[in-house]
């Protein structure tokens, strides 16, 4: 038995060259991913799958490296694999942050919903959940409504006009449940929505109106 | 020790179930292509004895909507069998299991129908009016309070009327059976859309019944009913209708309805409703 574990230990050491410096990079993206809250768990979703099949192939082929007869591994070796390691286990997780910092979409709130009859407007303030306003904010009107029995919540319009830092910068026609998309111009402070309901007429349309799905995409061109 | 061909083979299957495992978490279960479900016999639901809209005499169909219907059939390619259906099972045939693939029969679009069928439209847009005797004094809404007033069950009319009216409702299955309670007196009125009392006044012989000219309240749009569910179906269909609306629906009207006016009718073909997204 004594054996066995010194055995499991020397083979543990061997591969410690390489072991250890992915282990700094892979609690730091762990990290990374958990702080991103939602983000990252989707994140973790989509590049889950690739490094699972990844670590499974990885593991098939070690197997079958294992069983041959190879020739003990050099010092200066290790140290350049382990270097290397480290720089790519560091470099990408660094690249991603930095990424992610600049360019990566950015969740808006836009508070709750406002109940707008015929002719009816309101204006709602979007909140950025972090970094500064540059690039298309996207959202999906829902529409809804308890007066029946009305025929409002697919016809009505909504006139959407866009004020950035004071300034009217352009009118938006969006309907219920379509995506709509708003630029935002680089360097703005603040943003407004002004939202006037046009229903169809003699409907006395009361709408309740949430901009759900509320995103800044912040394309880096 | 592992052979080369049985490593690729493990990697296949890692690839092969992944790939399964990604498709099976894709959306539902895509919808029939709308040309191969509207094609051989398709049923289609439809009033009946409705003057001008649609009737059944000696063996053949009539109406603005049976009109719709064929003219429809044509465009597409496919042989029309219209049913007749009560104003309730406009709704309940399109959300049960039944043969039943379009519904056109004055059947108003509104938020609360849209929870439960999709529609496309509009091709007609009208408001609810009210029909007495030719000889009765009721000039406005008030002097329909406190009186019986026949709507039909499941429509439109009897939701908007009961709200907030004082009034003593009296529910019947169809719009003849109304338009019989109010020739014998058993209702003092009777509400729907006013198209369709336009229609039965225009085709009423002995002129003993009349639409009250100044009652005019809410709105109706006459949709196509189609089961939940159908974007495709829905857009089809719209297509369809802007077509019909911008080439047959002056003669249509006119042909069928004669005597009514066309005025606040005819919807904008470049601005029918959207199709709702599948829920």
Not at chain 2, 222 to 238: A, E, H, S, T
Request: hydrophobic share 40%; glycine share 8%.
């Amino acid at each position: 038995m004594d054996h066995i574990r010194g055995r499991a230990r020397h083979t543990l050491a061997q591969h410690a060259y390489w072991m250890v410096p992915l282990a700094v990079p892979t609690v730091a993206l762990t990290i990374a991913l958990l702080a991103l809250g939602e983000w990252g768990a989707n994140l973790a979703q989509v590049i889950g799958l690739p490094f699972a099949i990844y670590a499974a192939a990885s593991a098939i082929f070690a197997r079958r490296e294992h069983v041959a007869y190879r020739a003990p591994v050099s010092t200066r070796r290790k140290i350049a694999v382990g270097a290397l390691t480290l720089l790519v286990g560091a470099v990408l997780p660094a690249f991603g942050w930095l990424w992610y910092d600049r360019y990566a979409d950015v969740d808006v709130r836009f508070g709750s919903a406002s109940v707008l009859g015929e002719g009816e407007s309101v204006t709602v303030n979007p909140k950025l959940a972090r970094s500064q306003w540059r690039g298309e904010l996207t959202f999906t009107p829902a529409l809804s409504t308890d007066s029946t029995p009305g025929d409002c919540v697919l016809p009505a319009r909504l006139m959407i006009t866009t004020v950035v830092d004071g300034q009217r910068i352009g009118v938006t026609e969006a309907r219920h449940g379509v995506e709509t998309a708003i630029t935002i111009p680089d360097g703005v402070e603040q943003v407004e929505l002004n939202l006037l309901v046009k229903g169809p007429p003699d409907q006395e349309c009361v709408l309740t109106v949430a901009l759900t799905h509320a995103v800044l995409h912040r394309v880096p061109w | 020790m592992a052979t080369v061909n049985q490593v690729r083979r493990w990697i296949g299957i890692l690839l092969a179930t992944s790939v399964v495992l990604a498709s099976g978490c894709g959306e539902g279960e895509a919808e029939v292509d709308p040309e191969e479900y509207l094609s051989g016999i398709v049923s289609i639901g439809v009033n009946i004895d409705l003057p001008g809209w649609s009737e059944y005499s000696n063996g053949v169909w009539d109406g603005f909507d049976i009109t719709l219907g064929n003219w429809l059939s044509r465009e597409i390619g496919f042989d029309p069998q219209y049913v007749p259906l009560t104003t309730d099972e406009r709704m309940s045939r399109l959300t049960e299991a039944s043969e039943i693939k379009l519904v056109i029969a004055n059947f108003s679009m509104t938020d609360e129908r849209r929870e439960d069928i999709d529609f496309s439209g509009p091709y007609l847009t009208d408001a609810q009016g009210v029909m007495t005797l030719a000889g009765s004094p009721v000039r406005t809404l008030d002097d329909i309070e406190n009186k019986t007033v026949c709507v039909t069950l499941g429509s439109t009319g009897e939701t908007r009327l009961l709200a907030g009216k004082r009034i003593n409702p009296l529910s019947e299955n169809t719009i003849q059976r109304c338009v019989d309670r109010v020739r014998d007196g058993s209702a003092y009125a009777f509400s729907t859309d006013r198209v369709l009392l336009d229609g039965i006044v225009a085709h009423d012989p002995g002129r003993s019944l009349r639409v009250v000219p100044d009652i005019r309240f809410g709105h109706e749009r006459y949709g196509i009913g189609v089961r939940n569910n159908r974007p495709g179906l829905c857009n089809f269909l719209r297509g369809k209708l802007a077509k019909f609306i911008d080439e047959e629906w002056d003669d249509t009207f006119r042909s069928k309805l004669p005597g009514v006016s066309p005025k606040d009718r005819k919807p904008n073909s470049r601005d029918l409703t959207p199709c709702e997204k599948p829920s």
